[in-house]
């Protein structure tokens, strides 16, 4: 995804309370304990040259927590540890998890403190 968070965004507007969320993409699997975005640059992406962003599996399982969807399982696609790897996430959505500060920020309506 070019812009994650616009995405992440509308996914969450179209969402019902309680509804469920398959994520399938690629994850990056280093420093796991930091909340990481990776934005490789040209021959860099380990796909093609569309793949522009990555997160780690804390980094997409905080930044979905802001929007009020949750991640209730993940699987990664390689059985042991490797830079970067496909993932299946499930997740829920519930409108009272969603991060209103975040969400009005994420919306454009103010910015955070």
């Avoid at 829920?92 to 309506?109: F, G, M, P, V």
Wanted: proline fraction near 6%.
């Amino acid at each position: 995804m070019r812009y994650p968070f616009q995405v992440f965004r509308v996914i969450r507007d179209i969402m019902n309370d309680g509804g469920t969320l398959i994520i399938e993409t690629g994850l990056y699997r280093l420093h796991e304990e930091e909340a990481l975005l990776w934005c490789p640059v040209g021959e860099e992406s380990p796909y093609e040259p569309s793949s522009v962003s990555f997160f780690n599996l804390k980094g997409i399982t905080d930044t979905l927590r802001t929007f009020g969807i949750t991640v209730q399982s993940h699987r990664f696609l390689s059985g042991h540890q490797i830079p970067h790897d496909r993932c299946t996430l499930v997740c829920t959505y519930h409108e009272s998890a969603l991060d209103q500060k975040r969400a009005r920020y994420w919306d454009s309506i103010e910015p955070l403190p």
